[in-house]
C-alpha cells in the first residue's frame, strides 16, 4: 500500500531533551515536507526538500532540523524543544512535476508534547 | 505564508443539504487543490483544478475556479454526517513545487 509513515504518532517529552521524528514512504516520490498544525493557524510548512541532499526552509523553521539522506526518509529533528513546540506534525510527499500540479499524500500525523 | 483564507471557518448544516466553503488567494496559482481532514488524522486530496479550468466535479463534489477573483469554491451536495471533517483549500506553484494551505472550513453535517 502506498503511503506515507510517521513515527512516533504520540509523544510526551520534556524540554531540552532531543527527539526525531521519522518520516517514510515507500511512493519514489522526489518531494517530502513536514508541517506543523495548531488550532487558529492551519498548517504552517517547516522545511521541505525537493530531492535527496537538498532540503530548504519553509515558513516556520526555527528550532527545527531536517536531513534527506535517502529518498525515502525525512526525519524531522528538535535538538532542543521548547513547550511552543507542542503541536500536530505531519510529514507528507509527492512526485515533482514541472507543472506542479502534483498531489500531496500525508502521514497520519505525530502529535507532540514538550512539557 | 498563509496563501488561501477558507470561508466560513465553520459550517453545521443537516443531512441532505448541499455545502459551499470558499477559498481566496493573493498570488498567480498554477493549480488549487482541496483536501479533507477527519479530526486529528491526516489530510486527504479531494480535488485539483487549473489554473486554466472553471469547473470539475468528482461525485457530490463540484469545485470552481476564478482566476480574475483569485478564488474557488467547494461544493459538496447531499450531505451526509461522514463528511463531517475539515476541507482545506492549497494552492501549487510550478516555481517551487509547494503547496500552500490555507486555515481550513471546520464542517459538520447533523444527521
Known amino acids: 500500500e502506498a503511503q506515507v509513515t510517521q513515527n512516533p504518532r504520540y509523544l510526551i517529552t520534556v524540554t531540552g531533551k532531543k527527539l526525531t521524528v521519522t518520516c517514510s514512504q515507500n511512493m519514489n516520490h522526489e518531494y517530502m515536507s513536514w508541517y506543523r498544525q495548531d488550532p487558529g493557524l492551519g498548517l504552517r510548512q517547516i522545511y521541505y526538500s525537493m530531492n535527496v541532499e537538498v532540503t530548504d526552509k519553509g515558513d516556520v523553521p526555527e528550532g527545527y532540523k531536517v536531513s534527506r539522506k535517502e529518498k525515502r526518509n525525512f526525519p524531522l529533528i528538535l535538538e532542543s524543544p521548547s513547550p511552543n513546540q507542542t503541536s500536530l506534525y505531519f510529514c507528507?510527499?509527492?512526485?515533482?512535476?514541472?507543472?506542479?500540479?502534483?498531489?500531496?499524500?500525508f502521514g497520519a500525523g505525530s502529535r507532540l508534547t514538550v512539557l | 505564508s498563509q496563501q488561501g483564507e477558507e470561508d466560513p471557518q465553520a459550517l453545521s448544516i443537516q443531512e441532505g443539504e448541499n455545502a459551499t466553503m470558499n477559498c481566496s488567494y493573493k498570488t498567480s496559482i498554477n493549480n488549487l487543490q482541496w483536501y479533507r481532514q477527519n479530526s486529528g488524522r491526516g489530510l486527504v486530496h479531494l480535488i485539483l483544478?487549473?489554473?486554466?479550468?472553471r469547473e470539475k466535479h468528482s461525485g457530490r463534489l463540484r469545485v470552481t475556479l476564478d482566476t480574475s477573483k483569485k478564488s474557488s469554491s467547494l461544493l459538496i451536495t447531499a450531505s451526509r454526517a461522514a463528511d463531517t471533517a475539515s476541507y482545506f483549500c492549497?494552492?501549487?506553484?510550478?516555481?517551487?513545487?509547494?503547496?500552500?494551505f490555507g486555515q481550513g472550513t471546520t464542517l459538520q453535517v447533523k444527521p
Open positions: 507528507a510527499s509527492k512526485q515533482n512535476d514541472v507543472a506542479g500540479a502534483n498531489v500531496l499524500t
Open positions: 492549497a494552492t501549487g506553484s510550478s516555481n517551487t513545487g509547494k503547496l500552500i
Open positions: 483544478i487549473r489554473s486554466n479550468e
